[in-house]
């Protein structure tokens, strides 16, 4: 059963930058995406990012682009970060990150949230103005 653990959430100060991360376990086989989703009270859950361990391709969502980037740790590719910075108060969030079996030849991994199987249970981000 795959398992996914968020951490590295806390409270900054607009402008600030964080880095989160995503340890995931349990793979049957070595093709997955693993994307990040934010969700804010109130609000949908919304994709911000994803990506692939068939070729290392990261996709956006309009949030995430030009300020969040998303890597793996390592080659092991079972640790995934999301880099965020200048961040602002309404980045303010519970973060997810999740995870999806995807075919072995490369594909894009949009980071649509119905798409995902395996979910984490979420690190809250606050940014204060």
């Known amino acids: 059963q795959v398992q996914l653990v968020e951490s590295g959430g806390d409270t900054v100060q607009s402008g600030e930058s964080l880095r989160l991360s995503c340890v995931a376990t349990?793979?049957?086989?070595?093709?997955?995406?693993i994307g990040w989703f934010r969700q804010a009270p109130g609000k949908e859950r919304e994709g911000l990012s994803a990506?692939?361990?068939?070729?290392?391709?990261?996709?956006y969502g309009d949030s995430a682009e030009g300020r969040f980037t998303t890597t793996f740790r390592d080659a092991a590719k079972n640790t995934v970060y999301l880099q965020m910075n200048n961040l602002q108060p309404n980045d303010t969030a519970t973060y997810y990150c999740a995870a999806r079996y995807i075919p072995s030849t490369p594909v894009v991994v949009t980071p649509m949230v119905v798409l995902y199987d395996y979910w984490g249970r979420g690190t809250q981000v606050t940014v204060l103005p």
């Open positions: 349990g793979f049957s086989r070595d093709s997955y995406a």
């Open positions: 990506i692939s361990s068939v070729d290392g391709g990261a996709y």
